[in-house]
């Protein structure tokens, strides 16, 4: 059954760049299909977008995704973030690693790709893991989310 909610991503120009990076970092993750603009422009607003993905849908992981390059009228920010639930340490360090561009932008498990889409990795068990104010200031002052370290602020 399809997912009844299906984010789209708007990138400026790298649509499939993007499709095909996050495919290679999620399990199970794939590009659905691929429509591109025509080779005559639209209209003034399209030009120069021949051959670009007008309409892109990939799944990572088992989530449906559209996305499109539209050029820079939109660009992504912080007040939109997709959260990945890990299992452990190292499914963390894997995502954090892969997808992690911009230090500046790392902050309590949040981060920013390299097509400036903000990321939350945290662990699936993240709230057991906050107990206290002990566990909330280890984390405030984390970048990428050390889970360790949150049980020994314990």
């Not at 939109?74 to 992690?100: G, K, R």
């Not at 309590?108 to 906050?130: F, H, T």
Request: proline letters at 6%; one cysteine or more; hydrophobic letters at 40%.
């Amino acid at each position: 059954m399809p997912t009844p909610i299906v984010p789209c991503l708007w990138f400026p120009d790298h649509a499939e760049e993007a499709m095909e990076f996050y495919c290679s970092i999620f399990p199970n993750s794939r590009i659905v299909s691929i429509e591109r603009y025509p080779d005559e422009s639209l209209d003034e607003h399209f030009a120069g977008m021949s051959g670009k993905v007008l309409s892109g849908r990939f799944v990572l992981d088992g989530t449906e995704f559209i996305c499109l390059d539209g050029g820079p009228v939109f660009t992504f920010n912080e007040a939109i973030s997709l959260t990945v639930e890990c299992a452990d340490q190292a499914e963390i360090d894997h995502y954090w690693t892969n997808l992690s561009a911009s230090p500046d932008h790392e902050q309590c498990g949040w981060l920013k790709d390299r097509y400036g889409l903000s990321w939350q990795i945290v662990p699936a068990n993240l709230a057991e893991l906050m107990t206290g104010p002990a566990q909330t200031q280890a984390l405030m002052k984390m970048k990428k989310i050390v889970i360790a370290d949150l049980v020994a602020a314990g």
